[in-house]
């Protein structure tokens, strides 16, 4: 009898300390964010009204850049830039950009806090990748940048996820090598893990097409064909085997698994 007497005060006392004291469940910690490091965020999805986006981006004064297959259009705000060309597009697009291809888009901007770049992530979704301009919480910085992608229309809820996670493959630091199995130049599996492509990429020497990169693929044998989920442009073609196309970069790595492949490598020369 006493020892179902101590455990009835027992489960008495547990039920007082759960209904009445604190919850004890830790709230999700709000990590510091520190200047000179990048830290990515995955979005699981964005607003699918593109040409709302393309609209408020014009407003709010970015150059922007829309593909359809091979064919672009130029905004600097809300005026065309007849005269940009994929040529002379870097010099004439000014910071902060959008890019455009299809359903897929890349924003590259910065606030009081950060700079960011918004980006399709090689898994499902979207990226978010941040470099704060000034030590502070995760929380302010992605306030911040919540607020602007609902102007931008990108997105309905200013609030994102705190799940932030630092990068390990940023500039200046050797990038790893490819996955097993992964049939693709060092270079190019460098580009698509860097914080921002556009900078990383003329470094290389690599040619961006928007959110593309112009690749020549060998092919295992002549008669091999691609899967047609990749997505390409296909600007060449030998007899012999070899592809040059427009890939998009998240999708890389799905371009060099495909049976078809033998490899994935820049052009030799810019240009071919």
Known sequence: MLKI???????????????????????????ILFAGKY??????????????????????????????????????GTQPCLDCTPENERERLKFPHLFVDGELLWLRADGLLS??????????????????????SASAILDEIGQRLVQ?????????PLAVEELTVVPGVKPPKPPEGVRLDSVLYALMLMPDWYEFAPQQKLELWGLRVRVIVELVSPEAQ???????????????????????????????????????????????
């Open 39 to 76: 830290y990515r965020v995955l979005l699981p999805r964005i607003e699918a009204d593109m040409a709302k986006i393309i609209e408020s981006a014009k407003q709010a004064g970015f150059s922007v850049r829309i593909a359809r297959d091979s064919t672009v259009k130029y905004f600097l």
């Open 115 to 136: 700079k960011y770049n918004l980006r399709p992530a090689q898994s499902e979704g979207y990226e978010l990748i941040v470099a704060p301009i000034t030590t502070v």
């Open 226 to 272: 691609l899967a047609p989920t990749h997505n390409l442009i296909v600007e060449a073609r030998s007899p012999s085997g070899l592809m040059r196309v427009l890939v998009p970069i998240h999708q890389l790595v799905a371009l060099a698994r495909d049976p078809a492949v033998k490899f994935v490598r820049p052009p030799a020369q810019p240009g071919l």
């Open 152 to 160: 931008l229309s990108v997105v309905s809820d200013p609030t994102l």
């Open 5 to 31: 007497f101590i455990l009835g005060v027992l489960l008495t006392a547990l039920s007082l300390s759960i209904f009445h004291n604190e919850p004890t469940i830790p709230l999700m910690a709000d990590p």
